[in-house]
């Protein structure tokens, strides 16, 4: 089979495509054929050496993909049944373990979900680990109908699954924030509203102006670095702020006074941290709203496997407005 592999962690000029075993399941793995490897945020960062210090070190040489998309090929002792679409992403594939950037992958059943009929193939590359992070983020917040959230990062997959899974569990009303202008145009395009350009006006006032004055109940921040701290100034008395990702920087200067005035807080929350059942739990919300309607992923543009390097950088470089996936 087809395969991508890097022997170090020097860039996408160390990738190598070369053909290779297809790998034998044992235990509780199920076989899927890939449709549709994911091109993630992480996986740059692993390809790069740009993982968190505190994080193991990546088991050289390895197949990289951290999520992913396809079909089951063998469904071992599982549940699952031959052909059924499924989704996957988890710390391990594509730093510890063998990822997504294979015809074939093995795959432990825990950590797969069914793909709903109502999502194509590339979104779901993506929405395996956007959704559930998204979910349980919000579910750690204390969400629950009638509630004010603000999103940010509506261009990250993270950001835009915070903001529709809110709408979709009944929140009052939904912010979110661009960086520029063509985000926010892109976001407007999208059906999404109260999207704040913060390259003509600051997070806070963009939130006082839509929201009557007043803050916000919860915010979800996957961008991290000093958008959180502007974030945190958004927060309404006892409100939660959940902290998930740092796209624009892995530190920020908080004003303290921004959380004692209003009594509010901040928590960490990782998706894998998430036990099987939780992951279940996230995945079934995620297929109920996806076939309602309420919900839907955006999709950027999947590009060939063997063009791997060239999606990556174009993901790294370019910050699309959707998932970016390979395909076959």
């Not at 015809?103 to 797969?112: F, I, R, S, T």
């Not at 998204?134 to 750690?140: S, V």
């Not at 990250?156 to 924030?177: D, E, H, P």
Request: glycine fraction near 12%; charge should be neutral; proline fraction near 5%.
């Amino acid at each position: 089979m087809k395969s991508w592999t890097i022997a170090g962690q020097t860039g996408t000029d160390d990738l190598r495509l070369i053909e290779t075993d297809k790998p034998r399941i044992s235990g509780t793995e199920v076989l899927v054929r890939m449709t549709t490897p994911g091109v993630v945020p992480f996986d740059h960062a692993i390809i790069n050496n740009e993982n968190e210090a505190n994080f193991p070190a990546a088991v050289l040489p390895i197949q990289p993909g951290n999520q992913g998309a396809g079909v089951v090929e063998d469904p071992g002792g599982s549940s699952f049944k031959k052909g059924e679409r499924v989704m996957f992403g988890a710390f391990v594939y594509g730093f510890m373990r063998p990822g997504s950037w294979a015809e074939y992958v093995a795959v432990e059943a825990d950590h797969l979900g069914r793909v709903p009929d109502s999502v194509p193939d590339g979104a779901a590359s993506q929405a395996a680990v956007a959704y559930p992070t998204a979910y349980f983020a919000l579910k750690e917040a204390g969400m629950a109908p009638g509630k004010t959230v603000l999103a940010t990062g509506i261009g990250g997959s993270v950001g835009n699954a915070a903001y529709q899974l809110a709408k979709a569990l009944g929140a009052k009303k939904v912010f979110s924030t661009a960086g520029s202008s063509a985000k926010a145009d892109a976001a407007a395009q999208a059906g999404f509203d109260n999207v704040i350009d913060l390259s003509k006006e600051s997070m806070m006032s963009g939130i006082h102006a839509r929201n009557g004055g007043e803050g916000v109940d919860i915010v979800i921040d996957s961008v991290g670095g000093q958008v959180i701290a502007e974030a945190i100034k958004c927060v309404r008395r006892y409100g939660k702020t959940i902290t998930l990702g740092f796209a624009a920087g892995r530190t920020s200067t908080i004003t303290l006074a921004d959380l004692i005035l209003h009594r509010g807080s901040i928590q960490g929350y990782g998706a894998y941290t998430s036990t099987p059942a939780e992951w279940r739990e996230a995945w079934d919300v995620f297929n109920t709203f996806a076939d309602e309607g309420k919900i839907k992923v955006l999709f950027d543009r999947s590009f060939p496997f063997e063009q791997a390097p060239q999606a990556l950088r174009y993901m790294a470089t370019q910050r699309p407005f959707g998932a970016v996936a390979l395909h076959f």
